[in-house]
């Protein structure tokens, strides 16, 4: 019988007391109705944008098999609504805040972290790197390397905060996008933002979706995430956070085991709204049946053959 678990871990400077926090666009203020946000590793609010948003025309959200695709269109009320209204309210948690932010080109992304990394409650960055390049060519600042190097490089010079981008798994290689947060000094790397996806209404013969296409969550997207999450520790020793598909403990496990430090929950927080806590309920008694005393033990420890025809 193991007396004490160790779930801390880390992503850089941030310690985190358990690897469990929710994915940004599923999570609000309004759930501290019906979960101690102590209890988690971290926080992670939707992501703000510098001006108000309305988002995407409606339906935004459509289910699948296994999964939803939605298209919400990062709705937010603003830089300065998050400044005075949302921060100030996770004051009174001890959990580290990690703030997600999405800009519309690289100098907005830096005046937004220079801003908010004044609040001494904020305590790391998600960049939302998976969002279109306005000021470039459209795609999305993670699907180039160069560009996903330049920005980190940039924010990096006005915070000290870690930094964990969040990729796009809609890339040929995302090893490349990875190497190139590596470079420029990320902290950790988040693995990954939904994947693009269409649905079509065979009566109406319409899209489900106003905006045509969308974002596709839930547990079919888990495989995929995490194959992305090994091929990612193959290439590089950042920590890395797991998103996409997690709704019990041994989709956590699983990912921990492909190379995941933490995870973050998303779609499965909208059929129960305190799968974050059930997960990680789970995860402990998963450590207490294999007697792992340590969760930094699981890391990467997958068991792969290796074959001159695999393919990593």
Known sequence: MITQLNLNVKIGKLSLQNPVMPAS????????????????????????????????ATPRVCETPAGM???????????????????????????????????????????????????DVVKAFELNISCPNL?????????????????IKRV???????????????????QDIALACDEAGADGIN???????????????????????????GPAVKPIIVRMIYQVHQVTKLPIVGCGGVSTGEDAIEMILAGATAVQVGTASFINPTAMIDILEEIKQYMELY?????NDLIGKVEVQRTTDRQD
Do not use: W
């Open 69 to 119: 695709i939605n298209s919400i269109g990062i709705q937010s009320k603003g830089l300065d609504y998050y400044l005075q209204k949302t921060i100030p309210n996770y004051r009174k948690y001890t959990t580290p805040l990690i703030s997600s932010i999405s800009a519309d080109s690289i100098d907005e992304f830096v005046e937004m972290c220079e801003i908010i990394g004044k609040e």
């Open 291 to 295: 007697g792992i005393e340590d969760i």
């Open 25 to 56: 666009g599923a999570f609000g203020e309004d759930m501290e109705a019906i979960m101690d946000f102590n209890q988690l590793g971290a926080v992670v609010p939707k992501s703000i944008t510098k001006f108000p948003r309305k988002g995407n």
């Open 135 to 151: 000021k470039g060519n459209g795609l999305a600042f993670g699907m180039d390397a160069e560009v996903t190097y330049k920005l």
């Open 191 to 217: 693995v990954a933002n939904t994947i693009l996806a269409m649905s079509i209404d065979i009566h109406s013969r319409k899209p489900k979706i106003g905006n045509v296409m969308g974002g596709l969550s």
């Open 156 to 174: 990096k010079e006005v915070t000290d905060l870690p930094l964990i981008p969040k990729l796009t798994p809609n890339v040929t290689r995302i």
